[in-house]
């Protein structure tokens, strides 16, 4: 049975769980912040991307996994 | 489609192969010496638009590494080499949205390929990146450096010297994963939406493209001036 497709599939959908989460998680405590203290809403947007990429490169490891797994 | 991880060799130079991204790469290169070196000659005290477009450019970039770094002075130290990845890897996403990028082809394969899309070029930086910082600590403390690493002085700290020595490599490993997958993940999310809807729906995704590469850039100089602030930062012990 041709199993490659369904390792990708299952490489990327379930890598990206976590960081979902973690993404979420961060985002919300940054609409927090924002929402207590609007005039540091620039600083607090500043930190909040740069720590959604760093959660996302998790997500990107499990994508370049399952990009492998496919054109490999 | 004509989506492959390992990028294509263009032409050989003797023994060495030259491959479509580094041949994109040679042509950033040269765009970004040519804009400079254009900027400077229109240089004047008192600055027009532009001028000031890159200044505010500049100065909000370095108020930003202040910000990671610590202190501006460090900022300023490494401002140069920073600076320059940024840009350099910022130009080179970019381009590769570039119509053209991916589609002139020569022999059925195609002569440009965005610079990033490609593992060896971003482990190459990435690597560089760390030596650099090493480097760095090198120069600031002397042989000492090594004793973050590897030092006698109570099992807690060798044992995390150690980690930390692995974790090293790990940093290598990190940076050029996260900057290849960013970046051929877009490459292939474009090829693929391109040869489904080649008309309006590629637009949204080539935002996109433009938004994630400028974040990766910022990203990657933000991580390699951390590195060179940790590295050079005076002990507040003494062995």
Request: glycine share 10%; hydrophobic share 60%.
């Amino acid at each position: 049975m041709e199993s490659t497709a369904l390792a990708a599939g299952l490489a990327i959908g379930l890598g990206a769980i976590g960081p979902g989460i973690g993404i979420g998680l961060l985002a919300g405590k940054a609409m927090e912040a924002i929402g207590r203290n609007p005039e540091a809403s620039g600083k607090i947007q500043t930190a909040m991307i740069l720590a959604i990429a760093f959660a996302e490169a998790i997500a990107i490891y499990a994508l370049v996994v399952a990009l492998i797994i496919k054109f490999t | 489609m004509h989506i492959s991880i390992v990028p294509e060799t263009l032409f050989h130079i003797g023994s060495f192969a030259v491959t479509n991204t580094l041949f994109t790469s040679w042509v950033v290169v040269l765009a970004i010496c040519l804009l400079a070196v254009w900027f400077r000659s229109k240089l004047r005290a008192s600055p027009s638009k532009v001028q000031s477009g890159v200044e505010l450019a500049v100065e909000s970039l370095l108020g930003f590494l202040t910000t990671v770094a610590g202190d501006r002075e460090k900022a300023e130290k490494f401002f140069g080499i920073v600076a320059t990845l940024f840009f350099f890897v910022l130009l080179s996403n970019w381009a590769g949205i570039l119509p053209g990028v991916g589609s002139i082809t020569f022999h059925d394969i195609p002569i440009f390929r965005s610079v990033y899309s490609d593992l060896n070029m971003t482990l190459a930086l990435a690597i560089l990146v760390v030596f650099l910082s090493h480097l760095f600590g090198f120069l600031a403390v002397g042989v000492r450096h090594l004793s973050n690493f590897f030092t006698l002085r109570d099992f807690g700290s060798s044992f995390s010297g150690i980690l930390e020595f692995i974790g090293e490599f790990s940093k290598m490993i990190s940076l050029g994963f996260r900057l290849f997958g960013n970046i051929f993940a877009g490459e292939v999310l474009l090829v693929i939406i391109g040869g489904l809807v080649p008309f309006i729906a590629p637009v949204p995704f080539l935002g996109l493209e433009l938004f994630v590469g400028l974040i990766q850039a910022l990203i990657f100089a933000t991580l390699a001036m951390l590195s060179f602030a940790t590295w050079t930062k005076a002990r507040a012990h003494s062995s």
